[in-house]
């Protein structure tokens, strides 16, 4: 059972370049987000959607853009690189958001900026 | 305030000791609250749903006060496999969408 797939798994960015980080996952799940986790903090959301077709801003939200052409992928794009932006990203789907639904993450991407 | 606060840790327990953790939130129009796990360099994964009545598995027991707007984990006999840091998470929408995590609770249990 794949679940949620990120890749890659570790990249190195040089300020200023561009990157797509990808997530897929094979779950059927309509919720799916983009976080990331800078050392000692919880997670802070990016973007989120609900469906195909359909996305919104998260917590922050700022130098990253999102898109979700099918149910299964929601691939998170980033522009012009800064050293900000070094963190560890999570992806991560459900079914909903009730109290027994399940978010199931991916493994997370490790992005430095230098 | 923060959105969704716990106790800073870490917590350094020998095996075998009963252990809780503290969560408080502050919307109180919150919907629905879990506990996460994320062991080290790893990614979250859930660890239990918080029900309004408390509920409990195996070892681990999750209450819920809405009035007080605050949220509990408590481990008992604690192993060395439990090592990890511990996640409150609160959803605040039903129907739209809205997860706050907390910044978490690292746990070290030794032998």
């Known amino acids: 059972n794949a679940g949620v797939t990120q890749t890659p798994k570790f990249r190195i960015l040089k300020i200023g370049q561009s990157m797509t980080l990808q997530c897929t996952q094979d779950?059927?799940?309509?919720?799916m987000y983009w976080y990331r986790q800078d050392p000692g903090m919880g997670l802070k959301l990016i973007y989120y959607?609900?469906?195909?077709?359909?996305?919104d801003k998260g917590e922050v939200p700022n130098g990253y853009n999102v898109s979700r052409s099918t149910t299964e992928d929601f691939p998170l794009r980033l522009e012009l690189a800064a050293p900000s932006q070094t963190s560890v990203y999570f992806c991560?789907?459900?079914?909903?958001?009730?109290?027994?639904?399940?978010?199931?993450f991916g493994q997370g991407t490790r992005l430095t900026v230098v | 305030r923060k959105e969704v606060e716990q106790d800073p840790g870490p917590f350094n327990v020998p095996e075998g000791a009963t252990v809780a953790f503290n969560c408080t939130y502050s919307?109180?129009?919150?919907?629905?609250f879990f506990w996460y796990r994320q062991d080290c360099r790893k990614e979250p994964k859930l660890l239990m749903s918080?029900?309004?009545s408390g509920n409990e598995d195996g070892r681990f027991t999750a209450q819920l006060n809405r009035a007080s707007q605050y949220i509990s984990l408590l481990i008992r006999d604690s192993k060395l496999s439990d090592s990890a840091t511990y996640l409150c998470v609160v959803n605040e929408t039903p129907g739209g969408f809205k997860t706050i995590f907390g910044a978490g609770t690292r746990l070290f249990v030794k032998a």
């Open positions: 959607s609900v469906g195909a077709g359909i996305t």
């Open positions: 779950m059927n799940h309509n919720y």
């Open positions: 918080v029900y309004s």
């Open positions: 919307n109180s129009a919150s919907q629905s």
């Open positions: 991560a789907s459900s079914a909903g958001t009730g109290l027994n639904t399940e978010a199931f």
